[in-house]
């Protein structure tokens, strides 16, 4: 499942791994080591951070994605499901047979009760 991952970076131990020339290197090893589809920085909250785009096949996947970020920064990570335009119309397909089933058995409800 496609989710989209943030990551918020404290100030702290961050300005400090900037000021010592750390910082890129444990972003690159971080990434290399969770291969995310595609990764974006920017500000969040207020706080450096980012965003990236990761594949989870199973819910066991999260914490090998985390872990690194909240072990080297003491990050916050959030992670979002993400759906592409196709994903959501297969999914309307699903909630559309879902409500005329709703509907079937509230109508059948109605009867019985009368």
Not at 92 to 108: K, N, P, Q, T
């Amino acid at each position: 499942m496609r989710m989209l991952m943030h990551v918020q970076l404290p100030l702290e131990p961050f300005n400090t791994a900037v000021r010592d020339g750390t910082a890129g290197k444990k972003i690159q090893r971080i990434l290399e080591a969770i291969k995310p589809e595609a990764v974006y920085f920017s500000e969040q909250n207020g706080r450096r951070g980012g965003t990236l785009v990761v594949n989870v096949k199973d819910p066991s996947e999260v914490p090998m994605l985390a872990e690194p970020w909240f072990l080297t920064f003491n990050a916050e990570v959030e992670f979002r499901i993400a759906m592409t335009p196709e994903d959501l119309a297969r999914r309307g397909r699903v909630i559309g047979m879902g409500v005329r089933c709703c509907l079937y058995v509230l109508a059948s409800q109605v009867f019985v009760a009368e």
